[in-house]
């Protein structure tokens, strides 16, 4: 795969300037590691067997490349298995649109089934579906499609990869799947609910064929913890790593959970003026910052920072969440180094984000604002597993979990979804 990757960009650059057929693998918006890996290894995969030589096989990563270190379970992986992000395509350097305008552009979806509305008349151009949700809607009648309820898509690529020549699934691959189906699946713990038999018997097959491969403890505890690890990010992303914004009719207000402690946030150069730039740079009127860390015990920690150089919003906002009771945040003052900042330790670890926002919606005007307020998800979409709810059912009586297995189910019942099923 390594050869492969290395001469995408090349390849792409060739074929468009030849106008020969360029065949697309494409993942979803969110652009995490089970799309991006299962863009990688499927268009890989397609290149060793489609009968139709002549096409570029040409995995693209459905993010702006400035977002790219925002993933930071992907750059981690990538990086130990020495994938250079030079080599990668991002959605912003290839134009999708001029391509299936040409008649040069057939597509493969993997890891979702339907293009937002912007990608509408890229619809005609998908040619194959990989995806482990239920399907919405039909597709063309020469659209190959695979649906199926696993917990990793790329699951679903392992299933095509060893069904097809011998000799092609190699070890990068295979590392990249392993650690893939690992990350999704929490560990293949039954208690998370998201690991199916066939997520089990893949990741099985794949050590049978590569016993070097790293035991699974061990990557599954490196890629969770990169995939909260913010140390090498700017203050700009680490805002906009898990961000939503609300919106009323005279303002925007960002909400940004981060994975730190207030502290160590405090703590970096420039804060202050990176505060103020992020805000400034767009259209934001205040910013508040949700903590999240844990201590040595795996306990989850909530602190709030609410930034605005509008003293009656900032006050507002503070008031909103200090007086709060549905459900109350057991808010603590801290002591800031700013007047434009509110600092608060928060005493109800269990109110994660879903739950705030209703309380910020209400302070910038609630229903009764002319024009409502709105809450729009802002790309690049938050992070999965980012919180604690207040559904946690940690009171029932429960099989032993891992603190990774605790985040990622509750998560799941806040999202209302059942057990078992696929994310």
Not at 135 to 161: K, Q
Not at 350 to 365: Q, T, W, Y
Request: net charge negative.
């Amino acid at each position: 795969m390594e050869r492969f990757v290395e001469g995408n960009r090349a390849a792409l650059q060739e074929h468009v300037r030849r106008r020969q057929e360029i065949h697309v693998v494409m993942g979803n918006e969110a652009c995490d590691l089970d799309s991006t890996v299962s863009a990688l290894a499927l268009a890989y995969f397609l290149a060793k067997t489609s009968p139709a030589p002549k096409a570029a096989f040409v995995p693209v990563l459905n993010i702006p490349r400035a977002d790219f270190a925002l993933r930071t379970e992907t750059t981690f992986l990538l990086r130990e298995q020495g994938i250079p992000a030079a080599s990668l395509i991002f959605r912003d350097e290839i134009d999708l649109g001029g391509l299936h305008r040409a008649g040069l552009l057939s597509l493969t979806l993997v890891d979702h089934h339907i293009l937002p509305g912007a990608d509408a008349a890229l619809e005609e151009a998908v040619v194959e579906v990989l995806d482990h949700r239920p399907l919405e809607g039909d597709r063309a009648a020469g659209c190959r499609v695979t649906a199926e309820p696993v917990g990793s898509c790329a699951t679903l690529v392992t299933e095509r990869i060893a069904q097809g020549p011998p000799g092609i699934l190699d070890r990068l691959t295979a590392t990249l799947l392993h650690g893939t189906i690992l990350l999704d699946c929490v560990n293949l713990s039954p208690a998370a609910g998201k690991v199916t038999p066939r997520d089990v018997a893949c990741v099985s097959l794949l050590e049978e064929r590569f016993p070097e491969l790293p035991a699974r403890d061990a990557v599954f505890q490196a890629l969770q913890a990169a995939k909260f690890d913010v140390s090498g990010l700017t203050t700009e992303q680490m805002l906009r790593k898990d961000l939503k914004v609300l919106s009323s009719d005279e303002l925007v207000l960002a909400v940004s959970a981060i994975y730190v402690d207030l502290e160590t946030f405090l703590r970096r150069p420039g804060l202050l003026q990176d505060l103020d730039a992020f805000c400034q740079a767009r259209g934001y009127a205040g910013l508040v910052a949700m903590m999240i860390s844990f201590n040595e015990r795996n306990e989850p920690s909530r602190q709030l920072a609410v930034y605005s150089q509008r003293e009656p919003l900032r006050s507002a906002v503070c008031r909103a969440l200090e007086e709060a009771t549905t459900p109350s945040l057991h808010l603590q003052p801290l002591l800031s180094p700013w007047s434009c900042l509110g600092t608060y330790a928060q005493g109800n670890a269990l109110a994660s984000r879903k739950k705030v926002l209703p309380i910020l919606r209400a302070a910038l005007g609630g229903p009764g604002v002319v024009g409502g307020s709105g809450e729009e998800e802002v790309v690049p979409p938050p992070t999965p597993m980012n919180s604690l709810v207040e559904e946690c059912p940690l009171a029932q009586a429960v099989p032993p979990l891992c603190p990774q297995d605790v985040l990622e189910r509750v998560s799941r019942i806040a999202a209302g979804q059942p057990p078992g099923s696929p994310k």
